[in-house]
């Protein structure tokens, strides 16, 4: 089951969004992302982001990842991004199709986002070695492209970035 991504036209952006406004709407990887660890096979993929609202204190989101080569689809994500008011404090709150569950939270700086897992829970049979913590930093570059980086630590690997993307606003 996905979660649902749905955008009110009608619903005015909750005021304590306003700073992050930027990350509204549809991005496309703008050309593969690199994928690498330690533990696995260095991969290519592309992605696609959604980042909607519907009016909440709240942005929903679903990233979707495929296989750069084959176009088959690979990682899930969806969840919630819930700012503390009056704060630069910002929380996602992310279901993977792995398994995965976590809550990772951060700054905002400007138009950079930076997120440390706080917690990580996953189903009772998720493929080993498990995730142990997740690092993801978010940043609207000058040319209007966002740009990822996602590091992680498993039982049997430090932190260690993993994941590198650039994305461009889908048309």
Request: aromatic share 8%; with cysteine; charged share 20%.
């Amino acid at each position: 089951m996905a979660c649902p991504v749905m955008h009110n036209a009608s619903a005015e952006l909750n005021p304590a969004l306003l700073s992050l406004k930027w990350l509204l709407g549809s991005w496309e990887s703008d050309e593969p992302g690199e994928g690498t660890f330690p533990s696995i096979k260095p991969f290519r993929y592309t992605e696609k982001l959604h980042f909607s609202h519907v009016g909440q204190p709240v942005i929903n989101f679903m990233f979707n990842a495929f296989n750069a080569e084959s176009n088959k689809p690979l990682h899930r994500e969806c969840g919630f991004i819930r700012m503390q008011p009056g704060t630069n404090r910002v929380a996602f709150i992310i279901a993977q199709n792995s398994g995965l569950v976590e809550i990772e939270e951060g700054e905002l700086t400007g138009q950079q986002l930076k997120l440390q897992s706080k917690q990580v829970a996953r189903i009772s049979f998720a493929k080993e070695p498990h995730v142990q913590e997740i690092c993801r930093v978010f940043k609207l570059q000058s040319d209007g492209r966002l740009e990822q980086t996602v590091s992680m630590a498993t039982d049997n690997q430090p932190l260690t970035q993993h994941l590198h993307i650039t994305y461009r606003r889908a048309s």
